[in-house]
C-alpha cells in the first residue's frame, strides 16, 4: 500500500509565493519519476513540472522561470517552489510518483496520485 500526502496549499495574492510538498509511504522499494499536475475548473488536467531520479527537469512553458522542482529521495518528497504566482495559477495541484512497492510477496510498479491541494491567486 503507497500514500502521497500533499501540503502546502492555500490562498496568496498574485506575486506571492507558496510551497508545496507531497510525501509518499508505505511499502516502497524505489521511486522513479515524481511531479506536479493541476487542473484549474473546466480544463483538463496539465503537467506543471517533473523530476527523474537522475534530477532532471521538466516544466511546462507557463511556469518556467517560476516554479522549481526538488526532491528529497531520503525523506521519499518532491517538493514544487512556486513564486511570482499569476491568477491562472489557480488550480488543484496534485502529486504524481512512479514507483515500486512491494504487497504480499511481490514488487508492483505504476503510478500513484496524491489527493490534490488547492491553490487559489487572487489578482
Known amino acids: 500500500q503507497v500514500q502521497l500526502v500533499e501540503s502546502g496549499g492555500g490562498l496568496v495574492q498574485a506575486g506571492g509565493s507558496l510551497r508545496l510538498s507531497c510525501v509518499a509511504s508505505?511499502?516502497?522499494?524505489?521511486?522513479?519519476?515524481m511531479g506536479w499536475y493541476r487542473q484549474a475548473p473546466g480544463k483538463q488536467r496539465e503537467l506543471v513540472a517533473r523530476?527523474?531520479?537522475?534530477?532532471?527537469?521538466d516544466y511546462a512553458d507557463s511556469v518556467k522561470g517560476r516554479f522549481t522542482i526538488s526532491r528529497d529521495n531520503a525523506k521519499n518528497t518532491v517538493y514544487l517552489q512556486m513564486n511570482r504566482l499569476k491568477p491562472e495559477d489557480t488550480a488543484v495541484y496534485y502529486c504524481?510518483?512512479?514507483?515500486?512497492?512491494?504487497?504480499?510477496?511481490?514488487?508492483?510498479?505504476?503510478?500513484?496520485w496524491g489527493q490534490g491541494t488547492q491553490v487559489t491567486v487572487s489578482s
Open positions: 504524481n510518483v512512479y514507483l515500486t512497492y512491494y504487497r504480499g510477496g511481490h514488487f508492483y510498479t505504476g503510478t500513484h
Open positions: 508505505g511499502s516502497i522499494r524505489s521511486i522513479n519519476d
Open positions: 523530476i527523474t531520479s537522475g534530477g532532471s527537469t
